[in-house]
């Protein structure tokens, strides 16, 4: 799961901001791996997000991959997260 966390937290400051959720989310919908029961970003973070302070701490995350399934996750293809990232800097 650290790998996950680390591909999530774009910017490597060891939080998940909302942001970098839908990020995320929205490049597994490009690529057609989102699944179809996967929750929305906004429900999660209203899940998951327990101290409001708006990101995931690593906590927090665990107790969201104990809920969500991020298999899906780790079957994505080579240089996503290069892509992602490269997305986030561009903009
Ligand atoms: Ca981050
Ligand atoms: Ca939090």
Redesign the pocket.
């Known amino acids: 799961m650290d790998m996950i966390y680390q591909i999530?937290?774009?910017?490597?400051?060891?939080?998940?901001?909302q942001k970098?959720l839908s990020i995320f989310v929205r490049r597994l919908e490009v690529l057609g791996k989102l699944p179809a029961e996967f929750p929305t970003v906004a429900s999660l973070m209203a899940e998951f997000d327990t101290n409001k302070d708006g990101?995931i701490s690593k906590a927090e995350f665990m107790n969201m991959a104990s809920y969500v399934d991020f298999r899906s996750v780790t079957k994505m293809p080579e240089g996503l997260t290069t892509t992602v990232a490269g997305n986030l800097t561009s903009r």
Do not use: F, K, P, V
């Open positions: 999530l937290d774009l910017n490597n400051d060891g939080r998940i901001s970098e990101s």
